[in-house]
């Protein structure tokens, strides 16, 4: 639970490295390697059976404008497979002491890079964005509900556990995650509230900035297509705007409901200096 909770932090702190270690490959500060290259990556996160999470990604390297620049001619997959290699060994997350006991996160030993190329996709035709979507995708629907078995919403109260239809070794990693959310030391965690996540704290998938679209232009466009659609089902607008610029008072006082209430509570004529219980 633990390990779930800081794996986004560890990502994170993975991607940083792997900045560094590909400037240093290529012989500039990490100051100029943006003049140069940009390294860009789109990855889900997927839950193992046993409960822990792990990445997939998509990384690339790219001019310094992002997938609209051509990358400079250092930029090889064997630079950046090595970059990756040692990034992912030099990243670690220091994590709570617990009971006198240090944790810190690291990736395990656990890592396969491979190069992704156009053949690999479509039958050897380009590489598209939309193959490369559709490659990592099928991850994006494994959720802790699918890989263990475990809830799609959160806990209110850890009794709901007994009544629910989950495999022992789900209710026990949610149980696991709920007590730790108890512990004062561990509250920054926000682990009871996550507990049906088992302690996974981060988005499912998550992309850098110049890798692709972002979901504002995504957004836009979907309702550009909605209001286009609209339109040829209703037919073309009119060129007129309408604009509501007229207030009517409608009036002010006591409902109906109120006025009853408020004649109730007077006092009966004549007793009006009588005291009241």
Not at 36 to 47: N, P, Q
Not at 77 to 89: R, V
Request: no cysteine; proline share 4%; net charge positive.
């Amino acid at each position: 639970m633990l390990w779930n909770a800081h794996a986004g932090q560890l990502w994170r702190r993975f991607s940083t490295y792997l900045r560094r270690e590909v400037a240093k490959r290529a012989g500039l500060s990490q100051r100029h390697f943006r003049d140069h290259a940009r390294v860009s990556f789109a990855k889900v996160a997927e839950y193992q059976k046993r409960g822990a999470v792990h990445f997939h990604a998509v990384i690339r390297l790219d001019g310094p404008g992002g997938a609209d620049t051509p990358p400079p001619s250092w930029a090889t997959a064997d630079l950046l497979t090595d970059a990756i290699h040692a990034a992912a060994t030099k990243a670690r997350v220091d994590g709570p002491v617990i009971d006198g006991r240090a944790h810190t996160f690291t990736f395990g030993r656990q890592l396969d890079v491979r190069t992704i190329r156009s053949a690999d996709f479509n039958d050897g035709q380009e590489l598209t964005e939309r193959a490369v979507a559709a490659y990592i995708a099928k991850y994006a629907t494994k959720g802790a509900e699918t890989a263990t078995g475990a809830l799609d919403r959160p806990l209110k109260f850890a009794a709901e556990l007994a009544q629910l239809d989950i495999s022992d070794h789900a209710r026990r990693l949610i149980r696991t995650a709920w007590t730790l959310g108890a512990r004062k030391d561990l509250e920054h965690l926000h682990l009871r509230a996550w507990a049906h996540m088992l302690g996974f704290r981060g988005h499912f998938s998550t992309k850098s900035r110049r890798y692709s679209t972002t979901l504002g232009a995504l957004r836009d466009a979907r309702a550009e297509w909605r209001r286009a659609q609209a339109a040829e089902a209703n037919g073309p607008e009119p060129d007129t705007t309408y604009v509501l610029a007229h207030w009517v008072f409608a009036g002010t006082g006591l409902s109906d409901t109120e006025a009853w209430l408020a004649a109730s509570l007077e006092p009966a004529p004549g007793t009006e200096g009588e005291p009241t219980a």
